[in-house]
Every structure is written in structure tokens, then in C-alpha cells.
């Protein structure tokens, strides 16, 4: 029996699973009082339902890596304060992100953190760390259907032109 056989979580994590699983968490963190702030931002309660079905979600994958990280002894990054609730009242009007740039921001870090789970699945050679990523890429796909649901639905989305005249084909 070699190393790399038996249990997965019996094998050690490589140096690349290590900096991937710890960088997508460190970001993950990051984004998630970003989301905290939105939700005091936000004045559409699709859109404020979402972000807080979203932050749940999110915390539930920064525990898991978290154990991931700590059951193998590398020491998880700093946790942000969570945001405070606020009411969207008492943020000053200029001072407020508006439904459709919070829509946009998370609609884009929903598309890095597809690449991201990608990109950590692709290098694992831990089977439960890769299918504990595809099951996060899955939930990423998922939200990022329903924000682009709600973004159509709310006349927030901003398509690039559209290609509606197509040449016509000369057949020699």
C-alpha cells in the first residue's frame, strides 16, 4: 500500500491543496462581511433574501474548511468581525450601494469562486477535498441561477450587445 491509498482523509494534503483550500478561505471570509454589508445596503427583499440565504451558505463552507484545515494542523487565516445590522435608513443615500451594483458584485464573485473551485478540485489528489469542492462549485452554480434570475427580473442586468444580424453565407 502506497501513501496515496486508503482513506483520503488518512493522506497528507500536498503543498498546492494546502495554499488553495487556505486562499479560498481567506477570500471567503472576506467576501462573506462584504455580504453582511450589502445586506444593510440592500432595499429589494428578493435581493436581501438571497445575500442572507447566500451568507448562510457560506458560513457553512468556511466551517468545513476550516476543520479541513485544522484536522491536518495548518492553522486557518484570520476571521473578520462580523458586520453589524443596520437599518438601510440610516446609511446616507450617496454613501449606499444600490441593488443592481450589489447584484452585479456578487454575480461576478460568484463567477471567480467557480473558477476557484475549479481550479482546487483540478489540483487535488485528495478525493474528499475534491468532491467537498464540487459540491461547493454545484452551490456556486445554483446561486448564481437565482441571482440571475432575480437580475432579469428586476431589469438590473446589463447584457452586452447583442448580436442580432448574422452575415449571410456565400457558398463559392
Known sequence: MGILSGNPQDEPMHY??????????????????TYQTFINHTGDKDLKGFLEDLTRAMQQE???VENLLKANGVAPPPTPAERPVASLESIPA???????EIAAGVGHD?????????QI????IREDIAMM????????????QRLLRISKEKGWLVPPP????TPELVHA
Do not use: M, T
Open 16 to 33: 498546492g491543496e494546502v495554499f488553495g483550500v487556505w486562499s479560498y478561505l481567506s477570500a471567503s471570509k472576506g467576501l462573506l462581511v
Open 62 to 64: 468556511i466551517q468545513q
Open 94 to 100: 450617496g454613501a449606499r450601494f444600490n441593488d443592481p
Open 110 to 118: 460568484l463567477a471567480a469562486g467557480l473558477v476557484a473551485c475549479s
Open 121 to 124: 478540485i483540478g489540483q487535488c
Open 133 to 144: 469542492y464540487s459540491q461547493f462549485h454545484s452551490a456556486k452554480v445554483q446561486f448564481g
Open 162 to 165: 447583442l448580436h442580432l444580424q
